[in-house]
């Protein structure tokens, strides 16, 4: 199993980002798929949840509006796009992988967000 996030970096406050989330190794289509992120100093957090079917996303309130999950279970990705980026928004942000009937998860080692001028 590899999950491998990639995307991240340092961007002003105010622009846009477009993460990426490459997973293999296990059957993609039938997991639930989330971005956490981990801001330093705080606890990791989910910000995004996208369900095996594609039928429903989960927002954290402070994002609502900003982050935009998507997956392509062809190409076993999972993608996170971040607009109006804000100070706050820093953080290492986390592929998760997840599965109730497997009984499974998997993550990912992470890509760092800077939001900074």
């Known amino acids: 199993v590899e999950i491998v996030e990639s995307g991240g970096g340092l961007v002003q406050p105010g622009g846009s980002l477009r993460l990426s989330c490459a997973a293999s190794?296990?059957?993609?289509?039938?997991?639930?798929m989330s971005w956490y992120r981990q801001a330093p100093g705080k606890e990791r957090e989910v910000v995004d949840t996208?369900?095996?079917?594609?039928?429903?996303?989960n927002y954290v309130d402070s994002v609502k509006g900003r982050f935009t999950v998507s997956r392509d279970n062809a190409k076993k990705t999972l993608s996170l796009q971040i607009r109006s980026l804000k100070p706050e928004d820093t953080a290492v942000y986390y592929c998760?992988?997840?599965?109730?009937?497997?009984?499974?998860?998997?993550w990912g080692k992470g890509t760092l967000v800077t939001v900074s001028s």
């Open positions: 190794g296990f059957t993609f289509s039938r997991f639930d």
């Open positions: 998760h992988a997840h599965s109730s009937y497997y009984g499974l998860e998997y």
């Open positions: 996208i369900l095996y079917t594609s039928s429903m996303t």
